[in-house]
């Protein structure tokens, strides 16, 4: 597919306003929001990191997370529910390639109150209208733990096709291989699943 002239993929900080979430920069003062709901390890089960163990322990995962953003390898969002003001979870665009007009949205997590909701079909919608519309991207990825069916069925869900699994891709936390897999919209594809997701939001 040939693409005309576009300007410069540069994914930056930026916040995004929806009905039910308001994806903001992830910031310092989310810390305390963000420890509060995000104790459980069931949450981190299939993540590089275990649980906040503290309010400290999130001001040091900001930290972290912000490292990387100053990077300009990712962008970070706290998720904020709207009715409430709240911090609720965090996601990203992650592996940022710019020269490929690619990113992945990833580094996803809620509290457990708020998965199962509208949250985040939302919050995929929100991110994946500004990929495509705004910075003009060729490919999102997503990708998940092959043993993490929830988030398999909910990527799914979302009208992502399902590409193959890495096998062997990483070591997980708790010494198990893990195997990844992967899926992406990519910019054709985008209208159908944009009508998609705004028909799952209208439920």
């Given amino acids: 597919m040939e693409h005309k002239t576009r300007k410069p993929f540069d994914p930056q900080p930026v916040t995004l306003t929806g009905d039910l979430v308001r994806l903001e920069p992830l910031d310092p003062q989310h810390a305390a929001d963000l420890y509060a709901v995000g104790a459980e390890e069931l949450i981190w089960r299939y993540t590089a990191r275990p649980a906040l163990r503290s309010l400290p322990d999130a001001q040091e995962w900001i930290s972290d997370c912000l490292a990387q953003v100053a990077k ?26 710019r020269q490929h007009r690619t990113l992945e949205i990833g580094m996803t997590w809620y509290g ?4 199962r909701t509208g949250v985040n079909t939302e919050c995929k919608y929100l991110l994946m209208r500004h990929a495509f519309e705004e910075l003009q991207t060729r490919r999102v990825a997503l990708k998940s733990d092959s043993r993490n069916h929830r988030s398999r069925r909910a990527i799914l869900r979302l009208g992502a096709v399902e590409e ?10 708790d010494g198990v291989d893990r195997h990844t897999v992967y899926y ?9 699943v944009k009508e998609r997701l705004e028909g799952l939001m209208r439920r």
Avoid at 75 to 93: C, D, E, L, M, N
Avoid at 112 to 115: F, G, P
Avoid at 184 to 192: A, K, L, M, R, Y
């Fill in 112 to 115: 457990t109150a708020w998965q």
């Fill in 72 to 97: 300009g390898a990712e962008v970070r969002f706290a998720v904020i529910h709207q009715p409430t003001g709240k911090a609720v979870g965090s996601t990203a665009y992650i592996d940022v390639v």
């Fill in 164 to 173: 193959g699994t890495l096998r062997n891709h990483r070591i997980a936390r």
């Fill in 184 to 192: 992406s919209v990519i910019d054709s594809e985008w209208p159908t």
